[in-house]
Structures are given as C-alpha cells and as structure tokens.
C-alpha cells in the first residue's frame, strides 16, 4: 500500500507531499491544476520513460519518491528478497529526471535499472486511465485475474508440476539423442578406465606409496641416523644411558633416608629408564625395516611415475585421479544404457504429456466456469456505468498442448464491446480513455479486488459521465477501496464525496511563474470543494446544500 509520496521540481509541482491510507483517496481541483501530475509522477515511479520537459522550467532535476508498506510475504517482498534489495521490511522508490534528459533510480536507496524498477512497482500499484502503463491490458495480468476469480490455485499447482516434469523428461531425451554413435566413446572410456584400475587409486593407498618412496629414497641417511643414536643409547663403546641411570639412581637410594625428594627424583628416573628402553625398542624396528631388499625402491620408484604420469594424462592433481575414475566410471554407464534409457524415456514423456493434459483439463474447466462469471457480473457493471449495451467477455485460446506450458493449456484475451452491435475487441484496443479505465473499474470491482496489486489508480475514471452514473462510479470506487487502496482522479462531485480522504489540487503564480499546491482537505474543506466542483465559479447556498447531501449520503 502507498503511504507516501513526494514530488519537487516536477512539472508544474514545486515541493509537494502527500500522506496515504487505506481505503479511497480522491484527488480534485480545475482543470489544469495538475491533478493528473500525481498519476503520473507514480508513472515514473513505475519505470516510464520519461524526457526533460517533465522537469519544472528553471529547475535541475525533478526528484520522485514514493513509500509502500510491503508486508512480509507479499510479492513485492518477494522480489525485493530475490533481488537482493530487501532492507528490513522497507519499500522505497526514488526516482530523479535531469533537465538534460538524463535519469536514476533507486529502490531503499541503492541504484536500479527502470526495468527493476518496472517489476517492482508492478507488484505495488496498477495505474487505469488513458495511460500505457495499464496491468489489465497485459494478457499475463489477464489471466492472473482471472485464475484468482477462479481460486484455483490447487489446479495451477498441479499443471505447474506435470509442466516440470513432462519438460525434465523432454530436456533428458534431448541429451541423449544429441549424443548420437556412442560407440567410440565407449571404447575410449573403456581404455582409460582400464589404466586408472590397474593402481590403486584411494587416498590412503596413495599417500602411503609417497610416504614409502620417500622414506626408501632417504634410506642411507636413515640408517646412519639410527645406527649412531642407537651406539649412543646402548652403548656400544661406553657404558649405555640406561647402565647410566641405574648408577645414579643407586647412588641416590643411599641419600634418599636423608632428603625424602630424592626419592621423587628416583620416580622420575624410572620413568625415563623405561622410556628410553621404549625408544630403543622402535628405533630397532625402524633399522631392520631400513634393511629391505635394494630392489624395493626401484619398484616404488616405477610405482608412483605410473601415477604421476596418470594424473599428467587427466589433468588433475595427485589426490583427484580416484575421483576421476568415478567421473569416467558413471559416464560409461550412462553411455552403455543410454540406449534402453531412450525406449523407457519415450513411454515416460507420454506419460508425463497425459499427466499434464489430465490436470490443464481440470484448470480449463475452472477458467471457464469463471470466465463465465466474471463476464457477466462486469458486463451488468458496464451497464451500471454508463455505457448500456456494452458487453464483457473472456476469451480463451486453446494452446496446441505439444509442450509442457506451466500456465496451462490455453491463453486469455479479455474482449470488450462499448456499444450495442458492436463486435467484441481486445480491451487493449480500446480506444477511449475514459471508456477503458471504466471498464477497467468494472473488472476490477467484479473481481472484488482479487488483483494480488494493492494498490490500484484510475485517473480521470469518470470522464463523459454525470449525474446517477457517476455516482454509481463512486459507490464502486468506494467498494473496491474495501479491498484494495484506491486513488481517483476525478472531477465529479458524486464520485469525489465517497472518498475516505480527499486532496485538492490549485494553481496560482508564485514570482511570475504558475505553480501548483497540493493540500489534504478536512470535513469543511471538502463541503467547500464539492460546492465547487458542483457550482463552478459561483458557488450557491444550494450548491453548499448538494455538498453536504452528497457527504452525508457516502456510502
């Protein structure tokens, strides 16, 4: 829902901001005034392209700003999420337009494309009058509306799955038949599968082999190493570091009645001879394993340039040739049933098609029946609007239903005819303004504001009608306004009366230069301005009698 909006420099429009609420917000004010200025300052906000003579002469830059509550969950969050634009809850539009032609945009203060900005404010307002930016007149946003009217959203579920899975199956076949002769790779598969099963290619075997090598490779200087420690330690040609011990700690025993931390120390000792021993112990294990047959190390050396030369060959690192071995593994599978998979993929896909069939039939039948409904409750408001013998209908164009379509199984045209005799047309053909944003009204408040968009603008909604009609207009402005925000853009005092709030719209030179003010309207404002807009330039006592009549009945 918008909640605020600022305008400078724009047009006509020196500073202005506006504060919104729920329910319907009528805009009025003399023609010229510039209540239109507001429609399309959100036009800009919604990414038109615009040029520099929307910026107001004398000015820079005109700067655009709009504040939306987006509830958590809605689509705009969504998108916001999605785009990496989310800033806790927040849903800013900022938009400037250099007098030099020249345009930014921003989205919680960090810079956009118009086209994000385009797809943001698609999922926020939806703008009805003689304008492009219209959501109705975009098939897509068609058949939106009408899926919603339908509550089928257990249908669309389904067609959209059978959609995912039929098009899977498609992708599949597809990869399999672009294969085409496998045969000779199969047999380069084979070879090289062949090489890499010939070692042993786990982790562990590998690292153990360049711990061997390298141990093999250093054998010399092992067993010098080995041999002087254990001279050392044993003793060879002096008394050995364990006799050593012994001996002092002998010597010490005989002390040990005179200074009790002796006896600590022989503890220690004892735990040091034992110790040593230990080391002995391995370091002769570690001297006769050195003793291996010299042959040994010519065969490791042979061993670990067969793998060097195998991960050289596949262009991966020592560790990742086990790897490889799966990857070339579970390609020569595939390859080899690829051929039975095509059979079974054939029986799958017709399946999947019949699926997808089954559940776009059960959706057909509820766009239909809805399609119905819609038809004739909007055609009955048409007639309720001023254009008697006007018709609605909804189109639906059945799809060749050879390729999996999420969105089901037909297209949807919404078709209008404005006059008794006339033949249906595309709503986005017609060609009157004010006719099309009433028909816009009609779908929309036969919807009963179904329109995921929250908030929905009809500019000049009321053009080239009067009396009873407009006031019917204005009841139905006001009954969407219970399901969705609406802004009106009207001149007309019966549909301006069923607003919840109300702005005014004035010009006047301000320094020689015409300029307008925008301003919200209390409860004797509004009785003055509808007096206005009711008695022209000379506002009677009956025109202030009709003001009131006409806000007292609001409904």
């Known amino acids: 829902m918008l909640r605020h909006l600022a305008i400078k420099d ?30 399309d300052a959100l036009g800009f906000l919604s990414g038109l392209r615009a040029d520099s003579g929307v910026v107001r002469h004398g000015a820079e830059r005109a700067e655009l700003s709009a504040e939306f ?13 999605d785009n990496e634009l989310d800033d806790e809850g927040q849903c800013q539009l900022r938009r400037v337009i250099r007098a030099d032609g020249g345009s930014r945009a921003w989205i919680n203060g960090r810079s956009v494309t118009l086209s994000q900005l385009a797809e943001l404010a698609g999922r926020l307002v939806e703008i009805h009058g003689q304008h492009e930016h219209q959501a109705l007149l975009a098939r897509n946003s068609q058949l939106d509306l009408l899926d919603a009217f339908a509550r089928n959203d257990a249908e669309r579920a389904r067609v959209r799955e059978a959609a995912r899975a039929w098009s899977a199956l498609l992708q599949e076949r597809e990869q399999l038949s672009g294969q085409g002769d496998v045969s000779d790779r199969i047999n380069y598969l084979e070879h090289q599968l062949a090489e890499l099963q010939r070692e042993d290619l786990s982790p562990a075997a590998l690292e153990q082999l360049v711990a061997s090598h390298r141990r093999q490779a250093h054998a010399t200087g092992l067993i010098q190493a080995c041999d002087a420690a254990l001279g050392q330690l044993a003793g060879d040609d002096t008394p050995s570091l364990t006799r050593q011990l012994q001996q002092v700690r002998a010597d010490l025993a005989r002390q040990a009645e005179h200074e009790p931390r002796l006896r600590d120390v022989d503890g220690l000792l004892d735990g040091a001879a034992i110790q040593i021993e230990e080391a002995l112990s391995l370091l002769g294990q570690v001297r006769d394993d050195l003793d291996g047959e010299p042959l040994q190390f010519d065969a490791l050396e042979r061993k670990l340039a067969r793998v060097h030369d195998l991960a050289r060959k596949h262009r991966v690192p020592l560790e ?81 239903g050879e390729r999996p379509d999420p969105t089901g199984a ?9 006059n008794a005799g006339q033949p249906p047309r595309a709503l986005r053909k017609v060609a009157s303004g004010g006719e099309l944003a009433r028909i816009s009204l009609a779908i929309e408040v036969a919807a009963l504001g179904l329109d995921a968009v929250p908030t929905m603008v009809f500019d000049e909604v009321d053009t080239g009608i009067g009396g009873a009609v407009a006031e019917i207009v204005g009841q139905k402005l006001r009954a969407l306004g219970a399901q969705r925000q609406v802004l009106c853009v009207t001149h007309l005092p019966q549909v301006a009366a069923q607003g919840h709030a109300h702005y005014r719209v004035s010009k006047a030179p301000v320094e020689g230069m015409t300029q307008s003010a925008v301003e919200k309207l209390g409860a004797k404002q509004r009785e003055e301005e509808l007096a206005r807009m009711l008695g022209g330039v000379e506002v009677s006592k009956e025109a202030h009698a009709a003001a009131k009549r006409l806000l007292a009945n609001a409904v």
Not at 69 to 81: C, F, I, T
Not at 385 to 400: H, K, N, S, T
């Open 410 to 418: 037909e297209r949807v045209e919404f078709l209008v005819s404005a």
């Open 10 to 39: 724009f047009a006509v429009v020196r500073a202005a901001e506006l504060e919104f609420g729920e329910g319907m917000t009528v805009i009025s004010g003399e023609t010229g005034a510039g209540k239109s200025l507001l429609v």
């Open 69 to 81: 509550s987006a509830p958590s969950g809605s689509p705009a969050q969504a998108w916001l999420a």
């Open 320 to 400: 990742g040739l086990q790897e490889q071995h799966d990857r070339l593994a579970a390609e020569l599978d595939g390859l080899r049933g690829a051929g039975e998979r095509l059979l079974k993929l054939n029986d799958e896909i017709g399946a999947a098609r019949q699926q997808w069939r089954d559940a776009a039939g059960a959706l057909s039948r509820t766009r239909q029946r809805a399609a119905r409904a819609l038809g004739d409750t909007t055609t009955a408001l048409i007639a309720e609007l001023g254009m008697g013998g006007g018709r609605f209908e909804i189109a639906l164009e059945p799809q060749d």
